[in-house]
């Protein structure tokens, strides 16, 4: 029963990780707390369920154009509601990060209505026992399609230009600048890599519990965040650590009798973490300049 | 004096006044902790709830007098202030944004799970005893403390900080002690707060004190102008009262209020009254000659 | 974090910028705030008007239409509930006001959103009662926001009645305060009975939705006939609304192998929560209180709620409706692409319904006047079920209607009888 816990916490853990991963590197370019990006996740499901049922798509496609639809959004925000703030203090996009997430949150009722929709079957799941374990296709898929997306992104910052640049920026944001780096650039791409990353969270999440509703952002979202201060927020291999720590430790806290705890598990491990490694399980250290 | 308030104003009037004050008072807490002294808090509304609740169970359990049970949630929701702060607002910016974040979802979930607040059915029946004429009291002392506080030696110290802890800290501000105590009085009025506001709505439930509440808090301060009262006072009211005014656009009003928050921070993103204090609002000529930036946001 | 004290020099250097033109934006702002001043009280100003209005409304119960508010949500996390209730109260209003009208007044539905907050819940309620003149609210469909709107309405004299608020301490509240629910503490003792009886369950799973009142309630319910028909609870488990995986809470009844799951939450979660049972091999079926009485539940469980209970106080079953209902419910389907209506909407239905006919009985649309003729209410045959107003105004709904999933529908299993 352990083993079959720690494999639901993992696939639970993996899509936290997608959507921690737009997190930590708008972050780690801007400083911004993208608090809309929940809302990008249950745009993205959304876009998934309506390739589904308006136009009969598969799996391939659906994922494929919620990812586009999405990346098109997150460029979109980021242009509107927070590049003329990226010279104001803080705490000003925060605040237009919020209320970007309120105005998609109710958009999506007034669309969508508030009842959870239904996201209609596109893979005939099966389930395969694993000597104690049963795993079905639908985990498998999403476990799959997750590595394959962070595998893909790992690529890209490491080995391709732009990738590079996101790094060098987020290294030093003005350095990088001077250097001849298209900064605006960066930071759209980064806006549109990450929206991706969670639309298709949106999108296998919705496969895998069978529902999206225009609320669905907002705890995902939140746990999600954790997750990426978990990991060390600002770092990529951080937020699919801290995905995956939180998947896990969250269905065990559940299996070990603190159900009614579930939500503060996250939380709690989120204060304990900070209070001993500050800057998340993978961070470095800030440098404090005088 | 509620009599001559009723005079005027319909009681619908009076519950979305009494309202706004009652988050006024949370609201210049939160200014003290984030505006004034630059840090981080995103678990504000913990701090009303354990007011609310503080306050709710002594009149309901124990028949304490109104203001002693409002005293007492704004004392022990300073006590947990304290508690929190002290190992916490070591962390710098974000991450005691983020603290304080996973400290008032711990203190919502602690709630819905105990038996003395009623859990998810809520604790019902608490007295309707916070009248327009008792939370207009408590404002105008609250304004009138902050804005002493806010010329005072520890005031400036709070600023001090906020600006650059380093070179405060080398002036001789003793950081830790200032800071708890910021959070302190921050935190103690947001239990005044809860309070008040438990004993006007008469019905306290887990769910309404969740991170959206500490984030509309947030949101009040930073587009009234972070630190300073007056775009405090202007921030709460128009934010407010904003989705009341909003009704006439009934199914698209939130929708509106959104986009109105995502407006109003690209026009002006140091709030509407950003870096502006009640002295100087009234003394206007000392504004061009004196200045001193007190802006700077959380940094 | 390796840039905050750039991007913090580069904000001074703005700001120093900005100073410079401040005076003039300074004045600007400060005949912003002025004109919000005189906003402010400029509404004050007619709100004593309105109130003196009010009062002499009140005495002459003049105008020509019948103000009936609704008191629910339309966004955030309850807006399911409420815009049912909504639909329900809307048909009701058109089916009245298509006969003729009551005391030759036209009833008006006067809608407001509390965006699924009490806070604001409570500032509705006031405004519907002082600004709109409501003789009477429907709602909310919740029992939190209906417990923190029923002191409002009882201290005005206008009828609240809840059409879906099924905790305890609600009516307790006054004697404005109604509910047309099917009590639980009334349905979940009966059905408990028949489950041990007739289908002979011995050992059960118990699932709460921890944040959800009306679960947590029901559970309560649910252990103490349990307890008092000797079932055995072999495990229980929490969820809360709004939760999407439930593999930890499945994989850890399956072990206990129980003969049937009493899910006591709404029917979003319920129907997933199968999905994950049957997906990990559980065969036991589930059993649940109105919260689950939904489409969505099939919607969301499919397959997996095939042979799922729920009981309630109101079946869309057009086979076995009577004419009142049978009528209702084409009405919907009519107005609703062809989808079928849900407790809520039922209820929201019978709430106006039930106020027009007191108001009807009592000759007067002043709540003092009606709100006795609503008390009396005995045998009122609505489109729910049959309502009686107890002394304390606790309603009996009868009888209980056990309700099976088959075929992707629900379809009556049995009868239970309330004494």
Not at chain 2, 281 to 293: I, M, P
């Amino acid at each position: 029963m352990l083993s079959q816990q720690i494999l639901n916490g993992i696939t639970l853990g993996a899509t936290y990780a997608l959507i921690a991963l737009g997190y930590t590197m708008v972050y780690g370019i801007i400083q911004l707390i993208n608090f809309a990006h929940g809302e990008i996740y249950m745009v993205g499901a959304f876009v998934g369920v309506l390739m589904v049922t308006v136009f009969q798509q598969g799996l391939l496609v659906s994922l494929g154009a919620a990812m586009l639809a999405c990346m098109i959004m997150g460029v979109t925000i980021e242009r509107i509601a927070y590049r003329p703030l990226r010279r104001s203090t803080r705490l000003a996009p925060l605040i237009s990060a919020i209320g970007v997430s309120i105005f998609l949150q109710t958009l999506m009722t007034k669309i969508k209505g508030p009842q959870p929709v239904a996201f209609p079957p596109v893979i005939n799941d099966a389930l395969y026992k694993m000597g104690p374990v049963e795993i079905s296709k639908v985990q498998i898929i999403i476990l799959i399609v997750a590595s394959l997306l962070m595998a893909a992104l790992h690529f890209i910052v490491k080995h391709v230009k732009i990738g590079k640049a996101m790094r060098a920026a987020s290294e030093d944001y003005d350095t990088a600048a001077l250097m001849g780096i298209n900064v605006n650039q960066v930071i759209s791409f980064t806006f549109a890599i990450g929206s991706a990353l969670a639309a298709a969270g949106g999108v296998l999440v919705g496969i895998y519990f069978n529902s999206v509703s225009p609320f669905m952002g907002v705890t995902a979202g939140l746990k999600a965040f954790c997750a990426a201060v978990l990991g060390g927020i600002g770092s990529i291999p951080g937020a699919m650590l801290g995905g995956l720590f939180l998947g896990v430790a969250e269905t065990l806290g559940i299996a070990g009798g603190f159900d009614l705890y579930k939500d503060a598990i996250a939380f709690t491990l989120l204060i304990i973490v900070l209070l001993f490694r500050p800057t998340g399980l993978l961070g470095r250290p800030i440098q404090r300049k005088v | 004096m509620d009599s001559i308030f009723s005079m005027f104003l319909n009681d619908y009037y009076i519950q979305v006044l009494t309202m706004l004050g009652i988050y006024l008072i949370g609201a210049l807490g939160l200014n003290l902790i984030t505006g004034v002294t630059g840090q981080l808090s995103f678990g504000h509304a913990a701090f009303l709830s354990i007011g609310a609740y503080t306050s709710a169970i002594l009149s309901l359990k124990l028949h304490i007098p109104f203001a002693l049970a409002i005293l007492a949630g704004g004392l022990m929701a300073g006590l947990w202030g304290v508690l929190l702060g002290y190992p916490t607002l070591r962390l710098t910016g974000d991450y005691l944004g983020i603290a304080t974040l996973g400290f008032g979802e711990i203190v919502r979930v602690v709630f819905l799970n105990m038996s003395i607040t009623g859990g998810a059915l809520g604790l019902a029946g608490i007295p309707r005893s916070a009248t327009l004429t008792a939370v207009l009291f408590v404002v105008i002392l609250t304004v009138w403390a902050m804005v002493r506080l806010e010329n005072s030696r520890f005031g400036r110290s709070l600023v001090a900080i906020r600006e650059d802890e380093i070179a405060a800290e080398a002036m001789g501000v003793n950081i830790t002690t200032t800071k708890i105590a910021a959070f302190a009085i921050g935190t103690f009025l947001a239990g005044i707060s809860g309070g008040l506001y438990a004993h006007l709505i008469q019905y306290l439930n887990p769910s309404d004190f969740g991170f959206i509440k500490s984030f509309e808090f947030l949101t009040f301060i930073v587009l009234g102008g972070l630190g300073s009262i007056p775009g405090v006072i202007l921030g709460t009211s128009v934010l407010t009262l904003a989705p009341e005014f909003l009704r006439f656009i009934a199914d698209y009003r939130m929708m509106v209020y959104g986009l109105l928050m995502v407006l109003m921070m690209i026009v002006r993103p140091r709030g509407l009254l950003g870096g502006v204090q009640l002295s100087r609002l009234f003394a206007k000529k000392k504004v061009q000659q004196t200045g001193t930036s007190a802006c700077g946001g959380a940094n | 974090m390796y840039l905050s004290s750039n991007i913090n020099q580069l904000g001074k250097i703005e700001w120093r910028q900005s100073r410079e033109m401040k005076s003039g934006k300074l004045w600007k702002l400060l005949s912003l705030m002025v004109i919000t001043a005189m906003l402010l009280t400029g509404c004050s100003g007619g709100g004593g008007e309105e109130k003196k209005a009010a009062e002499g409304d009140k005495a002459a119960a003049g105008g020509d239409t019948i103000k009936i508010g609704f008191l629910g949500a339309k966004t955030g996390g309850h807006a399911a509930y409420g815009v049912e209730t909504l639909k329900g109260m809307q048909m009701a209003a058109k089916d009245i006001n298509d006969a003729g009208g009551i005391l030759g007044k036209k009833i008006e539905i006067v809608e407001e959103d509390h965006g699924s907050k009490v806070s604001e819940g409570t500032n509705v309620t006031q405004k519907l009662i002082t600004r709109d003149k409501v003789v009477a609210i429907v709602g909310d469909p919740t029992t939190g926001i209906t417990k923190a709107a029923a002191p409002i309405a009882q201290q005005n004299k206008v009828v609240l009645l809840s059409a879906g608020a099924v905790g305890t301490g609600v009516v307790e509240i006054g004697d404005y305060i109604f509910r047309d629910t099917l009590l639980d503490a009334v349905a979940a003792p009966a059905v408990t009975k028949y489950l041990g009886e007739k289908l002979g369950w011995k050992k059960v799973a118990v699932i709460t939705s921890m944040n959800n009142d009306y679960s947590v309630g029901l559970t309560k319910l649910f252990k103490e006939a349990l307890a008092a028909n000797k079932m055995e609870i072999v495990a229980e488990q929490s969820i809360q609304d709004g939760d999407q995986n439930f593999a930890a809470q499945v994989t850890a009844i399956k072990g206990k192998n129980p003969d049937g799951i009493i899910f006591t939450g709404y029917y979003t979660e319920g129907g997933l929560f199968m999905k994950e049972a049957r997906k990990q091999g559980m065969k036991a079926v589930m059993v649940g209180g109105d919260g689950l009485l939904s489409d969505v539940l099939m919607k969301m469980g499919g397959e997996a709620v095939e042979g799922s209970m729920v009981y309630c106080g109101f079946a869309a079953d057009e086979a076995k409706a009577g004419e009142k209902t049978k009528k209702f419910i084409e009405a919907y389907k009519a107005g609703n692409n062809g989808a079928l209506p849900d407790m809520f909407s039922a209820q929201g239905y019978d709430a106006v319904m039930l106020i027009a006919d007191a108001i009807k009985a009592a000759g007067s649309d002043v709540p003092e006047k009606f709100r006795a003729e609503l008390a009396k209410t005995k045998d009122w045959i609505g489109v729910s079920g049959t309502i009686t107003f107890q002394e304390n105004r606790e309603p009996i709904k009868s009888p209980v209607y056990l309700l099976e999933v088959k075929g992707g529908k629900f379809a009556v299993k049995d009868t239970v009888d309330v004494k």
